[in-house]
């Protein structure tokens, strides 16, 4: 049964966050194959604070640009509009990302666990994505970061609902996803892709959140669903950040068999995800 605040959300009764209008705008323009670098350029010129921040992003070290960007079209040409759009939605999900009440510290989950968790999340789809040569990197970069966008709904508008779940996933050391659909009827994986629909995120994005922790049941593009499901497991076996529960996953047999990774492989990914890691909290830290 849905529990009474999950409901209230679904049925529009409390209201959810919205993505500023310039983003929303800066999704349809990057969707429209009539538009051009300096249409979106325009677009994210709009909003001042935003366009700084992305010049500050796009010349920082994670991205290691042969030479200064200063203009939001070059950046653009530069990027690609995909990269552009993906940068920007990084930004207004960070600010999302830093609202909310306090979880009890006991649980090693708190809001900062989980951003750690999202951006190791990130870097390592963005890295299986280059080795199996992947065509679209940067979804799964982006994907990776709002794959638990659900945990920060479910924290802060069902935020006593949300620390019952982790206290059950504590207390039965089963996961959190688990505790979640006993709590609350649906995962944070749902009221996920339910928020990023409702911001119109293109659908494999929506798909690759809704189905993470469930890929076989991938409806759009099964392949970044993997993506997301296996770096959420490396991540969680590797310990970066905490996403709420303390479940390590084997991931040998699972990357062996989505990904026909050996050992080798394996241990060649977490060492470039280790290496990435120490870059992406930096990049991070220009967002905020
Ligand atoms: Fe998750
Ligand atoms: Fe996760």
Request: charged fraction near 20%; hydrophobic fraction near 45%.
């Amino acid at each position: 049964m849905l529990n009474k605040n999950l409901k209230e959300i679904l049925d529009g009764n409390i209201e959810l966050p919205t993505l500023p209008d310039v983003i929303m705008r800066l999704l349809s323009a990057v969707d429209n194959p009539e538009s051009t670098a300096p249409d979106i350029a325009r677009i994210i010129g709009s909003d001042q604070s935003l366009m700084a921040k992305i010049l500050k992003l796009v010349n920082s070290p994670f991205y290691g640009m042969p030479r200064q960007i200063s203009t939001l079209t070059q950046a653009t040409v530069v990027m690609g509009f995909t990269a552009i759009r993906n940068i920007a939605l990084t930004i207004a999900v960070f600010d999302e990302f830093e609202l909310g009440a306090a979880v009890p510290e006991k649980f090693g989950y708190t809001r900062e666990k989980l951003w750690e968790h999202s951006i190791a999340t990130a870097i390592t789809a963005n890295v299986i994505a280059h080795k199996i040569n992947y065509a679209k990197k940067e979804d799964a970069f982006i994907a990776g970061l709002i794959h638990d966008i659900g945990k920060v709904v479910f924290d802060r508008f069902c935020h006593e609902d949300f620390v019952t779940a982790l206290t059950l996933a504590d207390a039965s050391g089963r996961s959190l996803f688990d505790a979640e659909v006993d709590i609350f009827g649906e995962s944070h994986a749902f009221i996920g892709s339910w928020v990023t629909e409702k911001w119109q995120l293109p659908p494999h994005l929506v798909d690759s959140i809704r189905y993470h922790h469930t890929p076989d049941k991938g409806e759009v593009e099964l392949k970044l669903v993997e993506i997301v499901h296996a770096a959420n497991n490396l991540v969680h076996a590797e310990g970066y950040g905490n996403g709420g529960d303390d479940i390590v996953p084997e991931i040998n047999g699972l990357f062996q068999k989505t990904f026909g990774f050996s050992q080798h492989d394996l241990h060649e990914l977490k060492l470039e995800v280790k290496q990435n890691f120490e870059s992406a909290v930096e990049f991070f830290q220009t967002v905020a």
